[in-house]
């Protein structure tokens, strides 16, 4: 289907947006500590916006985010070897291609 100007005519197709984004919507709130890995080439990201608890300090309220890119062959490679070491199987993996 194509958009177009007519608000009215998209919206069947607005409706199976907005389905198809709530069924497959993982929201989870991180924290301090937590990492996040994925594969930025087959996820649509964001965050919703979030207000501090009263009484916390301005350092305290501000997100933290540091990104970072690394190439898929040599992550996975070095998750492998440290799955290995460990001695856990590594077929856990799921095909990221």
């Given at each position: 289907?194509?958009?177009?100007?007519?608000?009215?005519?998209?919206e069947p197709m607005n409706d199976e947006l907005s389905?198809?984004?709530?069924?497959?919507?993982?929201?989870?709130?991180?924290?301090?500590?937590?990492?996040?890995v994925f594969n930025n080439r087959r996820m649509l990201h964001g965050r919703r916006g979030f207000s501090a608890a009263e009484g916390t300090s301005f350092e305290d309220s501000q997100r933290h985010l540091v990104g970072c890119y690394t190439n898929?062959?040599?992550?996975?490679?070095?998750?492998?070897?440290?799955?290995r070491e460990r001695g856990t199987a590594a077929s856990s993996i799921l095909n990221v291609g």
């Open positions: 289907r194509l958009l177009n100007g007519d608000a009215n005519s998209n389905q198809y984004a709530h069924e497959f919507t993982w929201d989870h709130k991180l924290s301090p500590g937590d990492m996040l898929i062959d040599d992550t996975l490679n070095s998750y492998r070897v440290l799955l």
